[in-house]
Each structure stands twice: as structure tokens, then as C-alpha cells.
């Protein structure tokens, strides 16, 4: 086994200027990349903080009590937020997910909510609204989540057995802190309720089938996520990746599944049910099986930076347009010719390419851009 080497480098730093293109790009709703994928998910980070230490995010070893989070002063303000969605939205976005580090740990968060919730689709549908969050806090604030307008949220929770659990989120906090928070989720109607287990192969897969067990006929939709190389940090290796098709195997030898149709055009999670109707699981194999053909998502960090793949080397600065009296029109383009540019499709190339790119490369951390 090949010594672990985790680079010490702050990625935020990475970050390419951005400028209005000479030639309009109107938001017409058709925007496509280079590879012809429409623009339809904006998932933003709120911020770079969280209170958990998950040895695959946030290492303890790296984000330790001296780390050098961002000053308030950097992150983009509600209202800015809000604007920049806005011309998201006018592009083709549907759906925004709000992620972290840990959202719920970003001050009033309920406004920022308040104020997507009035943005529009290109079709003056309402925006759907969907937030990522590690349960912690979810108790004390589902209801209040719910009175601003947030949909529905998803849950990080990688196994039932409480000692493996703390192990993983290495601040010693209890699962039944997380199920009380997903039961009041449930309760307070931000449902279906998703909740995300991350499968580390050696760390956590013999709680795969206890979460299916345990999920399974309440309603919750499980999703099993594979091992991945996002980021520097958590010294990523392919031999602790537990292929997403053994994770099926594993649960339908136990509990019978059937396969399901995609929910939605680029849909990540491969979708499949208990053949006794009881629910559905997902399998999001990002690693063994990419879906980058269809990815129509792209992320804004807490600062203001685009990032057009969660595998991403470095990002696209707007925030000199935001505070820098560019109109909405000026924003547009200069989101539309990124965009348009756009070829990236790392998990279809990742065994192809050299170190520097690869496996290996210094990335953009989960923990700044949100999963």
C-alpha cells in the first residue's frame, strides 16, 4: 500500500478573474457548455465552516482550531446571493441547493431562504429550494426552515452504529442527535427527507445494510455515495472506494430491489426499489460509473466564486462584478460565456490523467464548495 500524501495547500486562492465578454450573452433559458449540457442546478455554499470533522471532508489534522477560515467580510451577503441566483435562474436554473461546510452553522439563514423562495423559473414556476446539512442543528430549526420556504433537505449520515459514527465525524457527536433531527424534517414537512451515506470501504460499509434496514418503508430515500478524490485534504485512495454496484448487490441479497427510472434529466443518483414496494434507495457511483455527460450543475462558493465541477482545480471570481456596479444584463454574459466554455468531465477522464490533473491534483475541498 502506497504511503498517504496530504498536500497543505489552501485552494481558495485558486481563482481566475472574470470578464464581461464584448459580445451580449442574453439569458434566454438555452444556454449550453461546449459539450451541450443545459445550465438547470446551482448548488451554493454559505458557508466554509462546520462543527464536524468527517475524516473524508474536514480532517481534523488540516481544519484544527488555527485554521484560517473566512472573515464574514468575504462572504457574499444574503442580498448579493440572492441576485446572483436570480441571474442564474434567468439562464435556466431550477433548483438551487444551499450546502456548506454545515449551512444551518450561517447566521439567519432562514432570510437568505425567505429570499430565494421568491425567485422564478424561466417558466414562473416557483424555485425549488433544497438544502444539505449534517443534521446536527436540524432539530431546533426544521420548523422555522419550513415557515421560510425551504422544500425538502438531505441529511449527511454515514451509519447507524454510534461508535463508528463519532469515529467519522470525529467530534464525538451521537447518531441519535442526527435521527432527531431527520424526525423532525419529517415532522415539519420538508420532505421526502434524503439522507447521504458516504461508503468508505474498511471504515463504515458493514453499516449498509443496517441503514437499509433501518430506512427502509419510513419514507426517508437512502442514498449511497462512493469515496471521492474531491480535494486534497483527505488523501484519497481508488482501494477505498466500494463500487456503488456492490453496495446494490450487498442489499438486494438481503433485501430484494428492482431498478427504477431517473427522476429528472441528469439525475446522479441511480434509483432502485424494495420489490416490496416499502421505498427506494439511490446510488450515487460517481467514481466507478461518472455521469459527467450529464451534469448540468455548477457551484458558487461561499466568496463568490463559480466552480464549473465539484472536481474543480480552481474557480471563476464574480464577486468584482457583484460589488463592482455590473448590471444584472453584464452578469449574465459573463456567467454565460463560462459557462459555454465549460468541457470539464474528470470522472470520465480520471484514469487518463496524468498526476498533476488526476489523482493527486490539488483540487477545490468539498468543504468550501459543498457535495
Known amino acids: 500500500m502506497s504511503e498517504r500524501v496530504i498536500p497543505l495547500v489552501d485552494q481558495r486562492s485558486s481563482s481566475l478573474p ?8 442574453p439569458a434566454t433559458g438555452l444556454l449550453g457548455d461546449a459539450l451541450g449540457r443545459p445550465l438547470r442546478d446551482l448548488r451554493i455554499s454559505v458557508t466554509d465552516r462546520c462543527n464536524f470533522r468527517c475524516n473524508y471532508c474536514m480532517p481534523k489534522s488540516i481544519f484544527d482550531k488555527d485554521y484560517p477560515y473566512l472573515p464574514h467580510s468575504a462572504l457574499l ?12 435562474a434567468a ?3 431550477q433548483k438551487i441547493r444551499l450546502t456548506g461546510g454545515e449551512p444551518l452553522l450561517r447566521k439567519n439563514i432562514e432570510i437568505l431562504i425567505e429570499q430565494l423562495t421568491a425567485l422564478r423559473t424561466r417558466d414562473g414556476q416557483p424555485m425549488e429550494i433544497t438544502l444539505t446539512t449534517n443534521g446536527s442543528l436540524l432539530e431546533r430549526k426544521a420548523r422555522d426552515l419550513k415557515s421560510a420556504g425551504l422544500r425538502r433537505v438531505t441529511v449527511s449520515l454515514d451509519g447507524l452504529d454510534d461508535a463508528v459514527f463519532r469515529a467519522m ?5 451521537p447518531v441519535a442527535d442526527v435521527l432527531r433531527g431527520i424526525d423532525a424534517a419529517r415532522e415539519a414537512g420538508l420532505g421526502p427527507v ?17 441503514m437499509a434496514r433501518f430506512f427502509k418503508g419510513s419514507g426517508v430515500v437512502l442514498r449511497f455515495i462512493e469515496y471521492m478524490d ?14 456503488g454496484s456492490e453496495v446494490v448487490q450487498r442489499i438486494h441479497q438481503a433485501l430484494p430491489l428492482v431498478q427504477l427510472e431517473p427522476a429528472a434529466p441528469g439525475e446522479t443518483a441511480e434509483r432502485w426499489g424494495y420489490a416490496d414496494g416499502s421505498g427506494e434507495i439511490g446510488v450515487i457511483s460517481s ?36 460589488r463592482g456596479g455590473a448590471s444584472d444584463e453584464d452578469l449574465a454574459s459573463a456567467i454565460g460565456a463560462l459557462w ?21 491534483a490539488r483540487r477545490i475541498e468539498m468543504s468550501y464548495i459543498g457535495g
Open 18 to 25: 472574470v470578464t464581461v465578454p464584448a459580445q451580449a450573452i
Open 77 to 88: 451577503s444574503f442580498e448579493e446571493i440572492t441576485r446572483v441566483a436570480q441571474v442564474f
Open 91 to 93: 439562464h435556466g436554473v
Open 169 to 173: 465525524n470525529d467530534v464525538d457527536f
Open 194 to 210: 434524503k439522507v447521504n451515506m458516504v461508503v468508505k470501504r474498511g471504515t463504515n460499509e458493514d453499516q449498509i445494510l443496517p
Open 230 to 243: 474531491v480535494g486534497a485534504t483527505n488523501g484519497w485512495r481508488m482501494d477505498e472506494v466500494l463500487p
Open 287 to 322: 467514481v466507478t460509473q461518472a455521469f459527467c455527460r450529464d451534469c448540468n450543475r455548477a457551484r458558487l462558493s461561499t466568496e463568490g466564486r463559480l466552480y464549473l465541477c465539484l472536481f474543480a482545480t480552481h474557480g471563476h471570481d464574480l464577486k468584482p462584478l457583484v
Open 340 to 360: 459555454q466554455r465549460r468541457d470539464d468531465r474528470y470522472s470520465e477522464l480520471r484514469a487518463s490523467m496524468p498526476p498533476d490533473r488526476g489523482v493527486g
